[in-house]
């Protein structure tokens, strides 16, 4: 190290040494720092598209087994009721889906009104 003689007249070798060695790491972590992001954002975005291929492969099993299992619950409801199979399997199916849209309506209808609400008093809030 004999191009930092002079350096050594004002500060201790061993000083020096340390905060070399910390800006070098600094600087290391700046410039490097870069590439892992874009690594890490490439890696993250590769993971997300395996488990969204692979739910995407498992959603008709689930689809299927849920629809099983409202079958099984609704032919179980209709065993209580003192009408024919068909038809106490047919109310409770149409009871269901009725219940299903009435949900997803309300659902849709409470976002837009929210949505309203805020637009019609933007003008009378402050900064």
């Known amino acids: 190290m004999a ?3 002079e350096i050594y007249d004002y500060v201790e ?3 020096f040494k340390r905060y070399f060695r910390l800006a070098i790491f600094i600087f290391a972590y700046l410039i490097f720092r870069k590439y892992y992001a874009q690594w890490a954002g490439k890696r ?3 993971h997300q598209l395996q488990l ?5 492969l498992e959603r008709p099993q689930r689809e299927a087994e849920a629809q099983a299992e409202l079958e099984s619950n609704l032919n179980k409801e209709a065993n209580e009721f003192g009408w024919g199979k068909k038809t106490r399997k047919n109310v409770k199916l149409t009871q269901t889906v009725l219940e299903q849209i009435a949900s997803e309506t309300r ?3 409470q ?3 929210d949505a309203q609400e805020d637009a019609d008093i933007e003008d009378l809030l402050e900064d």
């Open 3 to 5: 191009a930092f003689d």
């Open 13 to 15: 070798k061993d000083t």
């Open 44 to 46: 993250q975005t590769e």
């Open 52 to 56: 969204d291929e692979q739910e995407k």
């Open 107 to 109: 659902q849709r209808h």
């Open 111 to 113: 976002t837009s009104y």
